[in-house]
């Protein structure tokens, strides 16, 4: 079965940080480039961060980057999201899913998607 669980999200004062975590199981973990979406209600679901199989190189968002940091462990299988200078405009839920990564652009693989993990900055 796969699994993708998050952790780590909660309520923060903007300029602060937050690490997500998402431990994955039930699929072949070096095989599949990883990624962070988010969405916030009333808005459009929004790539934030990918990191690829292949060599491990990182992609962001132009909303994120400077500021946010995807890394993965591939002993552990477990992708991580670190989060630092938050803004109100970052609060969402964040999901952790496999992806399919051409370029610069990342796509999310309907079957592997985490339930999700709120963040909500204050301002």
């Known amino acids: 079965e796969v699994q993708l669980v998050e952790s780590g999200g909660g309520l923060v004062q903007a300029g602060g940080s937050l690490r997500l975590s998402c431990a994955v199981s039930g699929f072949t973990f070096d095989d599949y480039s990883m990624g962070w979406f988010r969405q916030a209600p009333g808005k459009e679901r929004e790539g934030v961060s990918c990191?690829?199989?292949?060599?491990?190189?990182?992609y962001y968002a132009d909303s994120v980057r400077g500021r946010f940091t995807i890394s993965s462990d591939h002993v552990k299988n477990i992708v991580y999201l670190q989060m630092n200078s938050l803004k109100p405009e970052d609060t969402a839920v964040y999901y952790c899913?496999?992806?399919?990564?051409?370029?610069?652009?990342?796509?999310?693989?309907?079957?592997?998607w985490g339930q999700g993990t709120q963040v909500t900055v204050s301002s």
């Open positions: 990191i690829s199989k292949n060599d491990g190189s990182t």
């Open positions: 899913v496999a992806v399919h990564r051409e370029g610069d652009s990342w796509f999310p693989l309907d079957d592997y």
